[in-house]
């Protein structure tokens, strides 16, 4: 398997996809359980500061991985999970030790069936540290706040470039700053800054590593 990590904006999904594809694995997105879970929250009008409801909520969520992605209580996750509202929410839900245990559980499993580039906040650090392959992808803020600010206005959402830069800012330091599993790249993770990169550069230098690692082994 592959890990990919980083904080909002890094490239994680892209470069994801793209070594995913290039490989014929899996692609898991763990921020989309968080976010998913973060949704249902929301609509069940619990706060996302009320660690008990949300773990009770999490171990009550029906949590599956088919070819197309991620299943949630037999839905497959759309684009309500990405909405400004949740993305508000989602650090505090994800920050619940009860909630990560059992997200947590859900991704060991899918992570056992097979191939998988799975990416994330803690993949190379707590989901599978034994990885044989650790990506940490970084890139200035600058350049993390335009590329979501992009993405946002693809997907038909209007957000204003300074509010989501500092959106993204208080998100790293909250997922930085966390006690339970905090964003910080495994010791062995190597580093990638993508600021000046293509995704198809950054998805090339993965690739390469992987096969590095299998030749070594
Ligand atoms: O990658 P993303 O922006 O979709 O992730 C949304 C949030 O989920 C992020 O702010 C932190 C949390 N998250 C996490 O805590 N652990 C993960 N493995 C993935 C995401």
Do not use: C, W
């Not at 859900?106 to 069936?113: D, G, M, T």
């Not at 830069?165 to 208080?170: F, G, L, M, P």
């Amino acid at each position: 398997m592959v890990a990919i990590d980083g904080p909002a904006g890094a490239g994680k999904s892209t470069v994801a996809r793209g070594v995913a594809r290039a490989l014929g694995f899996a692609h898991l997105d763990t921020g989309a359980m968080y976010r998913a879970l973060t949704a249902k929250a929301l609509g069940a009008g619990i706060d996302p500061s009320d660690g008990p409801a949300l773990t009770s909520l999490a171990e009550h969520t029906e949590l599956d991985f088919g070819p197309d992605g991620l299943i949630v209580d037999g839905h497959p996750v759309g684009r309500e999970a990405r909405a400004a509202r949740v993305s508000r929410a989602v650090s505090a839900v994800s920050a619940h030790q009860g909630v990560r245990r059992e997200l947590v559980r859900h991704q060991r499993k899918i992570l056992s069936k097979g191939d998988v580039v799975a990416e994330g906040r803690d993949i190379g650090t707590v989901v599978a540290p034994d990885a044989p392959v650790k990506v940490f992808l970084t890139a200035s803020i600058d350049e993390r706040a335009r590329r979501r600010h992009r993405e946002m206005a693809e997907g038909g959402q209007e957000v204003s470039l300074p509010s989501l830069k500092d959106e993204i800012a208080r998100r790293d330091a909250h997922d930085s700053s966390r006690p339970v599993s905090p964003l910080v790249p495994a010791a062995d993770a190597v580093q990638l800054d993508t600021s000046n990169q293509t995704p198809r550069e950054v998805v090339d230098k993965v690739i390469a590593l992987v096969r590095e690692r299998r030749e070594a082994r």
